[in-house]
């Protein structure tokens, strides 16, 4: 083999994240992030009909937004970006509005939830096609994080549906 054709380990590199491609995904982190504190929150501080319920579907979604920040960091590690999830990372850029720091009623938390779940569907939504273009198979994990997270807000909102 002529040393034309060897490569050092150094020299072998695999798709880097461009910084467009890292800001969409650092959205993605923060709200994730956000919507696991906040999930936390609200199952610390919910009174009322079907707590119990209420109280275990909330660690089913903190579990399911915290195995999906990790994932979207982890990923943006791999393509050389820098995740941030510092605190006043979060708190500055997140979409999420603030949780309140009260007692709420589960119906009011089922709302509340609800809604943050969506806004943290959106964010990855409006990234999509942005990361799809330049990365197929990351859009295939913000695929599979909008299923998951719809399916969580569709089993959290059915506590306050009536038929």
């Not at 060897?6 to 994240?17: K, M, Q």
């Not at 660690?59 to 982890?74: H, K, P, Q, W």
């Not at 509005?97 to 609800?114: G, K, W």
Request: avoid cysteine; charge should be negative.
């Amino acid at each position: 083999m002529s040393t034309s054709t060897r490569r050092s380990e150094t020299e072998v590199r695999g798709f880097e994240a461009s910084p467009e491609f890292s800001a969409n995904l650092q959205r993605v982190l923060v709200d994730l992030i956000e919507l696991h504190l906040q999930g936390k929150q609200a199952h610390w501080n919910i009174v009322g009909t079907n707590f119990r319920d209420l109280h275990l579907q909330l660690d089913e979604l903190v579990d399911f937004a915290r195995e999906g920040s990790d994932t979207i960091a982890e990923r943006m590690r791999a393509l050389e970006a820098v995740p941030d999830g510092r605190s006043d990372t979060v708190t500055a850029s997140t979409t999420l509005p603030q949780f309140p720091a009260y007692e709420v009623s589960t119906q009011e938390a089922v709302d509340l939830i609800s809604g943050r779940i969506y806004a943290a569907v959106d964010t990855m939504r409006q990234v999509h096609e942005a990361v799809d273009a330049e990365d197929p198979s990351t859009a295939d994990i913000l695929h599979q994080l909008i299923d998951g997270l719809e399916k969580q807000a569709w089993l959290i909102k059915s506590e306050n549906r009536k038929v």
